[in-house]
């Protein structure tokens, strides 16, 4: 075998992958067969340019890498999906903004990659009565304002002091890690 290193864009789902080209000779038959096998794909995206995102690329491989976990083309994806329309949405919708980008992908891998962001606190999932789980990817303290009639989630920026405020009516020897703030009405129709 005679290894003949490239590297090229891969045109499913963005890979850069270094391949290494094997050369066999089969001399049951006597012919030469070439084989190109992937050494190393690593998953391309642009960087996104939400403020909050002070996580991602490099970052979330190191949050998921403190986990004990590692960074997947899965995981990217739709941590990805999640930055770049903050409208809360749940795991089926997940999947259906993954599903052109990456076909082969299953509503249980997106289930999946979603627990993990939130055990990894890179999203929080937001809940809501019986309705399904949605995620939000704003780590900031903040409320969230769920609008009864078209079912959209808003996030309404509270200043810090007011969470502060609401830890201290704690009764003594209670300490919260978070406050959860949520409204339920009618938003304006310009917030949409």
Known sequence: MFPAASQRI???????CSRSLYVIWNSSNYCLHLRIIPIRCAFLKKMSTHANNALHPTGLAQKLADSGLRTTPQRELVYDVLLAKRDHPTAD????????ELPGISLATVYNCLETLVQCDLVRAVNFERGPTRYCPNLRPHAHFHDEATGQTHDIDLPPVLFAKLKAELPAGFDANAVEITFRGKAKTSLN
């Open 10 to 16: 891969c045109p499913i789902a963005n890979y850069v």
């Open 93 to 100: 919708e997940v999947f259906a903004r993954v599903k052109p």
